[in-house]
């Protein structure tokens, strides 16, 4: 109104003030246009980000599928030979399924983010997943783990045995055998690799006392000149003394003699 009185009175505007006046006339309209154009690319963008997570779920839900999958097989596989092999497929499976773990947990971040109601089933068939996993990842460790550490126990340089470390991993491997008995009991393949296995570690039980007495850490060159003596022959922890020279001695008959200087 008083621009128009103005104008009547044909007072003269400077064109700096009539530019100024159109632009803060034209500001309301502006704002509202910018408020319109960022609410539709908020919109958008929202759209794209529900879409992505959308994707992201169903590739989730197609991988738990295959997982599943390459789990069911697993029961199938009985030949310890391929241990080696075996040990690096569950290893490599092992490390999706703890990656995949925390994937739950996001997705639902991103619903809360988005007002979208939370997705809880992917939590429990991770979890499932893992735990169904879980025995044939401890099998074919144990079966890879003893038989590449057997191999150096029986024929590498006897005084670089841990003793303490080989009568741990073989407690744990025995304490951990009739658990997965029970858990394989209906399925004929892991149960026969665990037959296996289980020989080998009682046969390996046998001569496990001269790891025990000879790798002490308190002998000292006293007792290994006591041992020579009442054995009837040269006995010194060298380089290229082994486990399996040990046994051609006949040591593992002769424990009591070992015990008795020990």
Known sequence: EKWDMLEQLSFIIPDEAFSQFWKVTALPHAVGQLYHG?????????????????????????????????????????????????NVMVIALNNKLIEAKSLPAIFNQRENIFEMRQTTKHAKDIFQLSKNFEPFYQLWTMVHDFGKNHMQWMHGPFPEIDGDKVELEFNTWTGL??????????????????????RKLDDFKIVLPLITYLRFPGLRERHWTAMSTALGFSIRPTMDLSLNTLIEMNLVSRLHVIQEVH
């Open 38 to 86: 960022r609410e539709v690319s908020l919109t958008q963008d929202k759209n794209v980000f529900m879409k992505q997570l959308d994707e992201h779920k169903e590739n989730f839900e197609k991988d738990l599928r295959s997982w599943e999958i390459e789990i069911d097989g697993l029961k199938n596989l009985f030949d310890s030979e391929k241990a080696e092999e075996y």
């Open 177 to 198: 055998i009739p658990k997965l008995q029970r858990i394989f009991r209906i399925y004929p393949a892991p149960l026969s690799v665990l037959a296996e296995l289980k």
